[in-house]
């Protein structure tokens, strides 16, 4: 009987086998890891370009939704040095919340009024006057001038404390003056004509019985300042009168030319932009306004440097940290201004 062990032997991996496997798993292990950190930089940078884009835009676009709206005033005409078609009844007596001529003054305060570098990273800020663009016409039942109330169709966004602006446009005589009333909601009823109307109870009488050649419009004053955010992260604030929100986070810095028509009688078109300081008490000449936001990524360590960008037109600017920033600016016609020639 022949040994088994004799015609077979085991035979094992030597030294210098396992060195050299060792070291063709290092390198296929070497080139996972880089694979899978260049796709984490990409992706990581991809998204903060994506954040950036997005919240720029955003911020922007709500901007200048509002400036546009900046001294709306509806189908009348109305002229801060003449305000006698205007019955204003806003004031610490009348208002069930309390007054603040900064917020609640539409008449002696412009449309516009623009602050420079009293926010955070030296920012500016502005403040809008003026109606939203909702409106809604005035029905029956017709209440008497004395009678502090109205009827309008649906106006399901009017909520008590709100602000309105009451206007006839003359529809039914072209011989009387357009007139409007500023009064404070006190009540809103949803249900009437089976939620077809809006009931409105209001802080004063009206100066007059408005029928259903009147409409209404709610008026807004809005600020936007740059501060620092719930998170810590500098952020675009927006305030409708005295409630302030946190509206797009990331914003590290915002700037705000101002258009002003300089001609001699104005063309209602701007000359040239200059910042609050040299617009001075003359806002009423600003006709449209460039927006400038600074925009920075969330996370940092985005980039593999920090980023070298330019801001107003300067000298480029070396970030402090290794974020991605991106400039957006806007320039926004003020609509209830601009003219033609």
Same mark, same amino acid.
């Given at each position: 009987?022949?040994?088994?062990?004799?015609?077979?032997?085991?035979?094992?991996?030597?030294?210098?086998?396992?060195?050299?496997?060792?070291?063709?798993?290092?390198?296929?292990?070497?080139?996972?890891?880089?694979?899978?950190?260049?796709?984490?930089?990409?992706?990581?940078?991809?998204?903060?370009?994506? /954040?950036?884009?997005?919240?720029?835009?955003?911020?922007?676009?709500?901007?200048?939704?509002?400036?546009?709206?900046?001294?709306?005033?509806?189908?009348?005409?109305?002229? +801060?040095?003449?305000?006698?078609?205007?019955?204003?009844?806003?004031?610490?007596?009348?208002?069930?919340?309390?007054?603040? +001529?900064?917020?609640?003054?539409?008449?002696?305060?412009?449309?516009?009024?623009?602050?420079?570098?009293?926010?955070?990273?030296?920012?500016?800020?502005?403040?809008?006057?003026?109606?939203?663009?909702?409106?809604?016409?005035?029905?029956?039942?017709?209440?008497?001038?004395?009678? +502090?109330?109205?009827?309008?169709?649906?106006?399901?966004?009017?909520?008590?404390?709100?602000?309105?602006?009451?206007?006839?446009?003359?529809?039914?005589?072209?011989?009387?003056?357009?007139?409007?009333?500023?009064?404070?909601?006190?009540?809103?009823?949803?249900?009437?004509?089976?939620?077809?109307?809006?009931?409105?109870?209001?802080?004063?009488?009206?100066?007059?019985?408005?029928?259903?050649?009147?409409?209404?419009?709610?008026?807004?004053?809005?600020?936007?300042?740059?501060?620092?955010?719930?998170?810590?992260?500098?952020?675009?604030?927006?305030?409708?009168?005295?409630?302030?929100?946190?509206?797009?986070?990331?914003?590290? /810095?915002?700037?705000?030319?101002?258009?002003?028509?300089?001609?001699?009688?104005?063309?209602?078109?701007?000359?040239?932009?200059?910042?609050?300081?040299?617009?001075?008490?003359?806002?009423?000449?600003?006709?449209?306004?460039?927006?400038?936001?600074?925009?920075?990524?969330?996370?940092?360590?985005?980039?593999?440097? +920090?980023?070298?960008?330019?801001?107003?037109?300067?000298?480029?600017?070396?970030?402090?940290?290794?974020?991605?920033?991106?400039?957006?600016?806007?320039?926004?016609?003020?609509?209830?201004?601009?003219?033609?020639?």
């Amino acid at each position: 009987m022949k040994n088994i062990h004799n015609q077979t032997k085991q035979l094992g991996i030597s030294m210098v086998e396992v060195l050299v496997a060792l070291i063709i798993s290092l390198f296929l292990l070497g080139g996972i890891v880089q694979v899978y950190v260049g796709n984490k930089t990409t992706f990581a940078f991809t998204s903060a370009l994506a /954040e950036i884009q997005e919240n720029g835009r955003f911020a922007v676009d709500m901007m200048s939704q509002d400036l546009r709206l900046a001294g709306e005033w509806g189908c009348i005409n109305f002229d +801060p040095s003449d305000t006698s078609n205007v019955n204003n009844t806003l004031s610490a007596a009348t208002m069930i919340s309390p007054y603040n +001529p900064i917020l609640h003054d539409f008449e002696s305060r412009d449309g516009i009024e623009g602050t420079e570098n009293d926010g955070l990273n030296g920012s500016d800020s502005i403040t809008i006057r003026g109606g939203k663009t909702v409106q809604a016409n005035i029905v029956s039942p017709f209440s008497a001038a004395a009678t +502090p109330g109205i009827v309008s169709t649906r106006a399901t966004s009017l909520d008590v404390n709100d602000i309105l602006l009451i206007q006839r446009c003359g529809a039914n005589d072209l011989l009387i003056d357009e007139e409007a009333d500023i009064l404070q909601v006190t009540g809103v009823d949803h249900s009437l004509a089976g939620s077809t109307k809006t009931g409105i109870t209001l802080s004063a009488p009206k100066s007059q019985q408005y029928q259903n050649d009147a409409s209404l419009i709610e008026l807004q004053t809005v600020t936007y300042t740059i501060a620092a955010g719930a998170s810590g992260q500098p952020a675009l604030w927006r305030a409708d009168f005295a409630t302030n929100q946190e509206l797009v986070e990331g914003v590290q /810095e915002m700037q705000i030319l101002y258009g002003i028509d300089t001609d001699i009688p104005g063309d209602q078109f701007p000359n040239r932009y200059v910042d609050s300081t040299l617009v001075g008490a003359n806002f009423q000449n600003v006709v449209a306004i460039r927006v400038m936001l600074l925009v920075r990524s969330i996370d940092d360590f985005v980039t593999e440097a +920090p980023q070298t960008y330019t801001w107003i037109g300067g000298a480029p600017i070396t970030a402090p940290d290794r974020r991605l920033y991106q400039v957006f600016s806007n320039t926004i016609a003020l609509r209830n201004r601009i003219g033609s020639l």
